[in-house]
């Protein structure tokens, strides 16, 4: 009897020294026939090196958290499988389930906890075009006036916070240059203008995800929202000449005052996102249709320098905007269990 246990004795010895000395990609090999042959309750010891380890790559210490939560689960060792499910999930945060190939029972118990971003933060960069969308219109010289769209820019940061299956709420903040141009012509005297205008804006949407979120590699939304601007400046730029007469000098006029400095418009958006790295590329299309005035009739005479010397008298107007931006946000995981099935 003795001898017997002296024999189990060394045999786990030369074992243990055995495991002891391969390499962890050996492990893991070992530690696949183990759990084909059904010998479940040895792989949380013989795996146990190398995860508390920095030898396994990525893939192979998915693998082997794998290997242990299916175990854990035919021991019927509920908290282990999900602790083991946890470390998984930790370790890639893009796990997907090959649903042909992993069992039921594996399956269920990743449907028990997020594996979704839990936020995503960024920035972003592109062109905005914007044109008045002229009210009511006064001119000082009988003449004809027109505004015109022009190219500024846009750049920011964002985050997005995901609110329910596939809707996710995007608050923005970000610093956009509007151009637009203005002219007018009566035959005798021709003004063209263009005013420059730094915007401190807040946007925020509502995104529809048009598919599950792991669904498909590119993910397309729609978004609605609102946006509320602050005028940070506002100045107008204009170039006066008349017929048989010399050119008005060009000047340069601070309208800021002439400006409401808070406004509102309504946003729409469309756009898709591509996997990148640890976040997502983000291309989006933006339209704005401005809610409220830029200016009210007490201030359309109320800078007289543009009105008498260039013939340039605003018409009370918002602003529309089309802009087209690239962004990258940058996925926050937190996988945890939600609940206990």
Do not use: W
């Not at 060394?10 to 059904?38: D, I, K, N, W």
């Not at 192979?60 to 946890?86: C, N, Q, S, W």
């Not at 009105?307 to 905007?321: K, P, Q």
């Amino acid at each position: 009897m003795m001898k017997r246990n002296f024999l189990l004795i060394g045999f786990l010895l030369a074992s243990y020294a055995f495991v002891q000395a391969q390499t962890c990609p050996q492990v893991l090999r070992l530690a696949r026939s183990t759990y084909e042959q059904g010998r479940l309750h040895e792989l949380e010891s013989l795996l146990k090196g190398c995860l508390e380890g920095v030898d396994f790559t990525v893939q192979e210490r998915v693998e082997a958290y794998k290997l242990l939560t299916l175990a854990y689960i035919y021991l019927e060792e509920p908290e282990k499988a999900d602790a083991a499910m946890l470390k998984l999930l930790q370790t890639d945060h893009y796990f997907v389930l090959n649903k042909a190939v992993e069992p039921a029972e594996f399956q269920a118990l990743y449907g028990t906890f997020r594996t979704t971003p839990i936020y995503r933060i960024g920035g972003k960069f592109g062109a905005i075009g914007t044109q008045p969308n002229v009210a009511n219109s006064n001119v000082a010289n009988d003449g004809t006036s027109n505004y015109g769209y022009k190219i500024g820019v846009t750049a920011g940061a964002f985050a997005e916070i995901p609110v329910f299956k596939k809707f996710i709420l995007n608050p923005e903040l970000n610093f956009q240059l509007k151009n637009f141009s203005y002219t007018n012509n009566n035959g005798i005297a021709s003004t063209t203008a263009s005013e420059a205008q730094s915007v401190l804006s807040l946007p925020v949407s509502l995104q529809y995800l048009l598919f599950n979120e792991r669904e498909i590699a590119i993910k397309p939304y729609v978004a609605l929202g609102v946006q509320v601007d602050y005028l940070l400046a506002s100045a107008m730029t204009i170039n006066t000449t008349k017929t048989s007469e010399l050119p008005i000098t060009e000047k340069t006029y601070d309208v800021k005052n002439q400006r409401n400095p808070l406004n509102l418009s309504a946003v729409a958006s469309i756009g898709a996102k591509l996997p990148a790295g640890p976040g997502y590329l983000i291309l989006e299309a933006r339209y704005y249709y401005g809610l409220t005035k830029l200016l009210s009739a007490k201030d359309v005479y109320s800078n007289q320098f543009p009105v008498f010397d260039n013939y340039a008298v605003n018409g009370i107007f918002s602003l529309n905007s089309i802009s087209i931006t690239l962004g990258y946000g940058y996925n926050i995981f937190s996988p945890k269990k939600l609940t206990n099935k």
